[in-house]
């Protein structure tokens, strides 16, 4: 195949072939500069999607911890909780004792009666803020899961990404090594 070379008289001319050579070394060249680039740009976007990765492996960890904090406020507010339930049953049983023996005693009683229903009071509103305790500690775990399931599904579809990218690339360079090593 003579590629257009001109011929002489030992054969094809020499700055014909010279400068086929040189302008297929410049494109070579060109094409083995951006398949570098694109190389090189893959690499840091794999390197930046591990670090994103071990970030995530932190905030797991990070939530883990704070869930096990969680986990032993919810068991001391479940231990306050039956502290208040027993301490409402008794000061429910106490009412109900002296409001038996309201007939012997009617001042005795009523200053009885007083005190207990005050207790009463004051185990409405800790149950009250008992209650408050939980719906904002459980609505702040719930934020901080949602906010970690939100990150692991962007950082799974940038790994996607660039997984994609990183075969495309490596296509693209098997199609030019083909092309190279086939010329």
């Known amino acids: 195949m003579a590629l257009g ?3 002489s008289l030992f054969g094809f001319n020499c700055d014909d ?3 086929y050579i040189e302008n297929t070394h410049r494109k070579f060249k060109i094409k083995a500069d951006n398949l570098k ?8 976007k794999l390197d930046q999607s591990k670090i994103d990765y071990q ?3 932190d905030e797991k960890n990070d939530i883990a911890e704070k869930l096990q904090e969680f986990t032993k406020k919810a068991d001391e507010i479940e231990r306050l909780s039956e502290n208040i ?3 409402y049953l008794v000061s429910q049983a106490n009412a109900q004792a002296v409001m038996s023996n309201s007939q012997e005693s009617a001042a005795l009683s009523n200053d009885e009666v007083v005190k ?10 800790s149950l009250n803020e008992l209650r408050q305790s939980i719906i904002k500690t459980s609505e702040d775990y719930i934020n901080e899961v949602d906010s970690l399931i939100a990150s692991l599904d962007n950082t ?3 790994i996607a990404d660039n997984t994609q990218k990183t ?9 030019v090594y083909e092309n190279i090593v086939n010329e």
């Open 17 to 19: 072939v010279i400068d």
């Open 85 to 87: 339930g027993k301490l």
């Open 116 to 125: 207990n229903l005050t207790a009463i009071d004051q185990a409405h509103i």
């Open 167 to 175: 075969d495309e690339a490596i296509e693209n360079f098997e199609q």
């Open 156 to 158: 799974r579809r940038q």
């Open 55 to 57: 970030n995530l492996l």
């Open 37 to 44: 680039k694109t190389s090189d740009e893959l690499s840091a």
């Open 5 to 7: 070379f001109r011929k």
